[in-house]
């Protein structure tokens, strides 16, 4: 596959996970020489080794770096395999090491900042960061491989591990880490949530741990493939030796958003219902007195969710346009509005965004308890009602749902937020069941095979599953 990527370097906002705002660029490495200063290609896997530009490393680039040699061919960025500076035998070496895992103690990659980053392959601890990371690694079935885990998904530990789950570590709070307690952990490497800081992390572990953002934040449900979320995915096979595995993990991503943008993606906008995505704490919908609340703007994987869905968000035409396309370097993902603008925007559905277990270390408790670990969904049920009563004190007649943290902050990029919200607002044009796609995800990729999905776990309110 070579559609082609865009490359985008950006101030982004780290909303769900309530980090602060932060900004990267091109770091260049002393010593090496870089075809490009500016940016990397996007348009193809950015690994070193991966020389003739497509999206797998195999023979067809051994030839090709052999090309380039024999003067037949133009050297290109990712030709230089072993990062010498030089394209000759010794890349080569490097290329047939990638493929028959012989010998191979590192991989050269592009990481999810756009910096060159050398990684071991000799991994044993992993460290996994927030959901995201931490659902990838056991897609790419490598439960038994994750020594510790950030607060958050540690609080799921249970389900994610089974068995296995009174060993997992506790990360804690990967805003501001304890050090001294990380490296004395031993890891082999941290898959860090967020860019941000992601070098000072690495300076504080030392040379014994990689530290590695592979770019599972920010994917682009317009664009999914020029995002670095799917090229995180497939970056990951490499390192971990699971290249089949991320590969079949990322088509079926894609297939899912095709089957439902082949239902929606026909509706005009006079047939799209008017949608607000928005979150519950501490607005309007939860306390019945806050006079602003989140919209998300249109570089936000929630938003995207809802146009894949074949909703219209009503940020569209409440924000100027500047900020709906996510400011000058698209990188406002979200902002506050007056509950009255909203209330004159007549959105006919409310999606309510919860995240009850932070990025920062802490249990949100007055965020309804929700997700895998969760059976019990009183607490959703209550803060459905009082936000459907503060609606209606408000003369807002919209259709609320609550949506769990797991749709955006998990590792289906977005898609199976998707899937949900389309079943809801458009359930006449037989997108597909998000709830069999839910569980196809939570048996089959995420490996959770004794995991009763139609019994266990709260997802959304109400709940789409047969009851």
């Known amino acids: 596959m070579n559609t082609k990527f865009i490359?985008?370097?950006?101030?982004?906002?780290?909303?769900?996970?309530?980090?602060?705002?932060?900004?990267?660029?091109?770091?260049?490495?002393?010593?090496?020489?870089f075809d490009d200063p500016a940016v990397f290609p996007?348009?193809?896997?950015?690994?070193?080794?991966?020389?003739?530009?497509?999206?797998?490393?195999?023979?067809?680039?051994?030839?090709?770096?052999?090309?380039?040699?024999?003067?037949?061919?133009?050297?290109?960025?990712?030709?230089?395999?072993?990062?010498?500076?030089?394209?000759?035998?010794?890349?080569?070496?490097?290329?047939?090491?990638?493929?028959?895992?012989?010998?191979?103690?590192?991989?050269?990659?592009?990481?999810?900042?756009?910096?060159?980053?050398?990684?071991?392959?000799?991994i044993d601890r992993i460290g996994a960061e927030y959901f995201s990371n931490t659902e990838l690694m056991l897609i790419l079935g490598l439960k038994d491989k994750v020594y510790a885990v950030d607060y958050a998904p540690y609080q799921c530990r249970d389900a994610y591990f089974g068995a296995g789950a009174a060993t997992i570590k506790n990360l804690g709070n990967m805003s501001t880490p304890n050090y001294e307690e990380l490296v004395a952990m031993n890891l082999d490497i941290i898959l860090t949530f967020s860019y941000n800081g992601a070098d000072v992390k690495q300076d504080k572990m030392g040379s014994k741990t990689d530290v590695l953002y592979l770019g599972m934040y920010r994917p682009d449900l317009v664009n999914p493939e020029s995002s670095e979320y799917f090229q995180g995915i497939l970056k990951a096979g490499y390192i971990f030796n699971k290249v089949d595995r991320a590969e079949a993990y990322k088509e079926w991503l894609?297939?899912?958003?095709?089957?439902?943008?082949?239902?929606t993606?026909?509706?005009?906008?006079?047939?799209?219902?008017?949608?607000?995505?928005?979150?519950?704490?501490?607005?309007?919908?939860?306390?019945?007195?806050?006079?602003?609340?989140?919209?998300?703007?249109?570089?936000?994987?929630?938003?995207?969710?809802?146009?894949?869905?074949?909703?219209?968000?009503?940020?569209?035409?409440?924000?100027?346009?500047?900020?709906?396309?996510?400011?000058?370097?698209?990188?406002?993902?979200?902002?506050?509005?007056?509950?009255?603008?909203?209330?004159?925007?007549?959105?006919?559905?409310?999606?309510?965004?919860?995240?009850?277990?932070?990025?920062?270390?802490?249990?949100?408790?007055?965020?309804?308890?929700?997700?895998?670990?969760?059976?019990?969904?009183?607490?959703?049920?209550?803060?459905?009602?009082?936000?459907?009563?503060?609606?209606?004190?408000?003369?807002?007649?919209t259709t609320i749902t609550l949506m769990a943290g797991d749709f955006r902050n998990g590792a289906t990029g977005g898609v199976l937020h998707a899937a949900y919200i389309a079943k809801i607002i458009n359930p006449e044009l037989g997108t597909p069941d998000p709830v069999a796609m839910h569980e196809t995800y939570v048996n089959d990729w995420l490996g959770l095979k004794d995991y009763d999905f139609y019994q266990k776990g709260v997802f959304t309110y109400p709940d789409l599953r047969p009851q």
């Not at 894609?254 to 239902?263: F, G, P």
């Open 7 to 33: 490359a985008v370097l950006a101030v982004v906002v780290l909303v769900a996970a309530g980090a602060g705002a932060a900004y990267f660029v091109l770091d260049k490495e002393e010593g090496i020489v």
């Open 42 to 122: 996007m348009d193809s896997l950015q690994i070193f080794g991966n020389a003739n530009g497509d999206w797998t490393i195999d023979e067809q680039d051994i030839q090709y770096i052999q090309d380039i040699i024999d003067g037949k061919k133009e050297k290109t960025v990712f030709a230089d395999a072993n990062r010498d500076g030089k394209i000759d035998e010794k890349d080569i070496d490097q290329v047939n090491r990638i493929i028959t895992r012989g010998g191979l103690k590192h991989i050269w990659l592009v990481d999810g900042n756009n910096t060159v980053k050398k990684i071991r392959t000799k």
């Open 254 to 263: 894609l297939q899912q958003r095709t089957a439902i943008l082949e239902k």
């Open 265 to 397: 993606g026909t509706l005009q906008d006079s047939e799209k219902p008017k949608v607000l995505m928005t979150n519950f704490r501490q607005t309007y919908f939860q306390d019945g007195t806050t006079q602003d609340l989140s919209v998300y703007t249109s570089v936000d994987p929630q938003t995207q969710a809802c146009m894949l869905a074949g909703g219209k968000p009503i940020a569209e035409s409440i924000l100027p346009k500047e900020t709906w396309e996510g400011g000058p370097n698209r990188t406002v993902y979200g902002t506050k509005v007056g509950i009255e603008t909203v209330k004159g925007a007549k959105p006919d559905y409310v999606f309510c965004h919860l995240v009850r277990h932070t990025f920062g270390g802490t249990t949100l408790a007055d965020t309804p308890d929700h997700g895998l670990t969760v059976n019990d969904n009183t607490s959703m049920e209550t803060a459905y009602n009082t936000a459907v009563a503060n609606a209606a004190t408000l003369k807002l007649d």
